[in-house]
T-cell receptor, first 116, second 116 residues
């Protein structure tokens, strides 16, 4: 596609349920990033993939959060046993750079997660 | 811990005014500083700065980096209502103990409102 796409765009779930958020990066982009953005704040780094390898997951808040990118393209961010504090906009970004200077990251429209 | 602080947090001006947005940072192993514009959707890339004292310019927008004093400014001249947005500053740094690139630490953003 022309840009980074994410699905679903909106997700409302009950506390305790698991959710899976999908990111489809720009075709051919090597690097993929997940961020979380609270209202009125800048994006907060969660994790980063170079091809299928998860290079950095230092931003994942706890072990309920996990991410994968098994074929080096589409990525899934999974949150298990959701809690109300997980409510936020989850954004994905991709860039064409690999392990060198990343340069411009292209952001997707985000998934707005609401945990009731 | 890497830290990026933007000021002011919000700014209201009239069309035609010139504005200066500030971004200061404290990071280990600095690689680059990036500016993004965020309207009611995904952040869009404006500039990437890696060297001190070299101004990047695009139309009415320009930016410069001072690596000695650890700050950057984004200038917008002859503002228009279409410039109204949140302006995000982000710093790319090499994570401690890691070898991956591309992790961005964002500031909280400056909300710019331009009135006709």
């Amino acid at each position: 596609g022309a840009g980074v796409s994410q699905s679903p765009r909106y997700k409302v779930t009950k506390r305790g349920q698991d959710v899976a958020l999908r990111c489809d990066p720009i075709s051919g982009h090597v690097s993929l990033y997940w961020y979380r953005q609270a209202l009125g704040q800048g994006p907060e780094f969660l994790t980063y993939f170079n091809y299928e390898a998860q290079q950095d997951k230092s931003g994942l808040p706890n072990d309920r959060f996990s991410a994968e990118r098994p074929e080096g393209s589409i990525s899934t961010l999974t949150i298990q046993r959701t809690e109300q504090r997980d409510s936020a906009m989850y954004r994905c970004a991709s860039s064409s750079s690999g392990r060198r200077l990343s340069g411009e990251q292209f952001f997707g429209p985000g998934t707005r997660l609401t945990v009731l | 811990e890497d830290k990026v602080v933007q000021s002011p947090l919000s700014l209201v001006v009239h069309e035609g005014d010139t504005v200066t947005l500030n971004c200061s940072y404290e990071v280990t192993n600095f690689r680059s500083l990036l500016w993004y514009k965020q309207e009611k959707k995904a952040p869009t890339f404006l500039f990437m700065l890696t060297s001190s004292g070299i101004e990047k310019k695009s139309g009415r927008l320009s930016s410069i980096l001072d690596k000695k004093e650890l700050f950057s400014i984004l200038n917008i001249t002859a503002t228009q209502t279409g410039d109204s947005a949140v302006y995000l500053c982000a710093v790319e740094a090499l994570p401690a103990g890691g070898t991956s690139y591309g992790k961005l630490t964002f500031g909280q953003g400056t909300i710019l409102t331009v009135h006709p």
